[in-house]
């Protein structure tokens, strides 16, 4: 019984969707050798989704290898409900744009877009391919290149508009190296004044020469 629980536990995990399946034959000496390919989008729609590809020779178990893979390469994104700009991006031979939404607008994407935004849990986004590519796999690798930028764009954010204490601890540090550089000016002043005194100190205990008077005939 406890094995079947966790079983139950890690499938409600991650909801997954089979994407494509296609027939893969191979020529070999003995003859053609026939495998399946599956590909599975898997998310939890919090900010988590993946993509994997497997192959095997049936195709329950090509699914279950492509959903092992998957959790592999799982990519974590902030929860937004739409994406904050337009973001292009290609992989291969596809090209996908995402632009931002108002609330209500939903998905307006279609095919394997749609399932990797929808995993992922972005609610309002509009998608459009923009290099009619029909290899699924690359618009999906597309698409989470896309959505990786927004790592970037929180990670932007966070560094313009972070915490105040942030900022407090810099002026604190600015104001350290400032003041030990005016002590030294000021010690440099005191020093050339010094000198000054010294030298007219000197002078005025010299004796004065006097001036020889010679009588002219």
């Known amino acids: 019984m406890r094995r079947d ?11 997954q969707r089979l994407i494509e399946v296609k027939r893969v034959t191979r020529v070999t000496r003995g003859g053609k050798r026939l495998r399946f390919r599956a590909c599975v989008v898997i998310g939890n729609r919090k900010g988590k989704v993946g993509m994997g590809v497997a192959k095997s020779t049936d195709v329950a178990l090509a699914v279950d290898k492509a959903v092992a893979r998957a959790k592999k390469t799982l990519i974590t994104i902030p929860n937004y409900s739409t994406v904050p700009c337009i973001i292009k991006e290609k992989s291969g031979s596809a090209e996908i ?59 932007l ?3 313009k508009f972070g915490d105040k204490t942030v900022i407090s601890d810099l002026t604190i540090e600015k ?31 010299k004796p004065v020469a006097k001036k020889s008077t010679v009588s002219k005939k």
């Open 157 to 159: 954010k966070n560094s």
């Open 97 to 155: 744009m995402l632009k931002p939404a108002t609330e209500g607008t939903s998905i307006v994407s279609g095919g394997p877009v749609r399932a990797v935004l929808e995993l992922a849990g972005i609610s309002n986004v509009v998608s459009k391919v923009i290099k009619r590519s029909n290899n699924k796999i690359s618009n999906i690798r597309a698409t989470l290149n896309a959505l990786e930028k927004l790592n970037k764009f929180q990670n």
């Open 175 to 205: 104001e350290e190296e400032i003041v030990p550089v005016e002590v030294k000016s000021n010690e440099k002043v005191i020093k050339k004044e010094e000198v000054s005194e010294k030298v007219k100190s000197e002078i005025s205990k």
């Open 5 to 15: 629980n966790k079983k139950q536990d890690n499938k409600k995990e991650f909801e």
